[in-house]
């Protein structure tokens, strides 16, 4: 089974923190996304990777970095956090030449920006 | 604009009762489709997917069905579980580009 894991259940950040989301996939998919989730709103795609150093932003990159080193780990950065960033992250990992062409979740780190 | 929405944002039924969710979308150029299911505290999990060139796809306890006409989709649950307790999305992607666009959800109760 694919496993995606993320660095934290819960975080809880002050305004102007920089905050590093980290996520990890063991299998050797190519692409990686980083989504966030608020309620009504459905999940909002922040940026995503389909390659070691390479990123693509996403609807709502404004706020964010990424960063791409190693194939299985992808990191989102808030380089200064404010309080209209609280909310759901999740990552995805999805290999485009598989089988099929699903995204497979982290469980998710709840952010919270005081 | 382009939108992937849902009809109902909260339904229950009652055990043992088959669920139906629905999911309309607005652009009739996507073609692969995917239901999730996620429950509280955890990240979506990958229920069924569907391509365009299908109106229909079982799986274990669920059926998926794609109606191009109207652009909508519709997961069906039979015999509903306390366990299906969860708030389930569609999901869709255009031409497999990198993206994928989310509905905000249906929260189904499973009442016992």
């Known amino acids: 089974d694919v496993k995606v894991t993320q660095s934290s259940r819960y975080l809880v950040k002050r305004t102007g923190e920089k905050v590093f989301l980290e996520c990890v996939q063991d299998?050797?998919?190519?692409?990686m996304f980083w989504y966030r989730q608020d309620p009504g709103l459905g999940l909002r795609l922040i940026y995503f990777?389909?390659?070691?150093?390479?990123?693509e932003k996403g609807d709502i990159p404004e706020g964010y970095s990424v960063s791409r080193e190693k194939k299985e780990r992808f990191s989102l950065i808030l380089e200064s956090a404010s309080t209209n960033q609280t909310s759901m992250y999740l990552c995805?990992?999805?290999?485009?030449?598989?089988?099929?062409?699903?995204?497979?979740f982290g469980p998710g780190t709840r952010l919270t920006v005081l | 604009g382009e939108s992937v929405g849902l009809h109902l944002p909260t339904l229950s039924v009652q055990e043992g009762d088959n669920s139906i969710i629905n999911c309309a979308y607005s652009?009739?150029?996507?073609?692969?489709f995917i239901w999730y299911k996620q429950e509280s505290g955890k990240g979506p999990q990958f229920i069924i997917d569907?391509?365009?060139?299908?109106d229909k796809r079982q799986g274990q306890r669920v059926t998926v069905l794609l109606n191009k006409t109207v652009k909508h989709l519709s997961l069906q649950i039979a015999a509903t579980q306390p366990g299906d307790s969860a708030v389930y999305f569609c999901?869709?992607?255009?031409?497999?580009?990198?993206?994928?666009?989310f509905g905000s959800g249906t929260k189904l109760n499973v009442k016992p």
């Open positions: 999901a869709e992607n255009r031409q497999r580009i990198n993206k994928f666009y």
């Open positions: 569907i391509r365009s060139n299908m």
């Open positions: 299998m050797d998919h190519e692409n």
């Open positions: 990777s389909y390659d070691v150093k390479m990123k």
């Open positions: 652009n009739s150029a996507s073609d692969y």
């Open positions: 995805a990992s999805m290999n485009p030449s598989g089988l099929t062409d699903t995204q497979y």
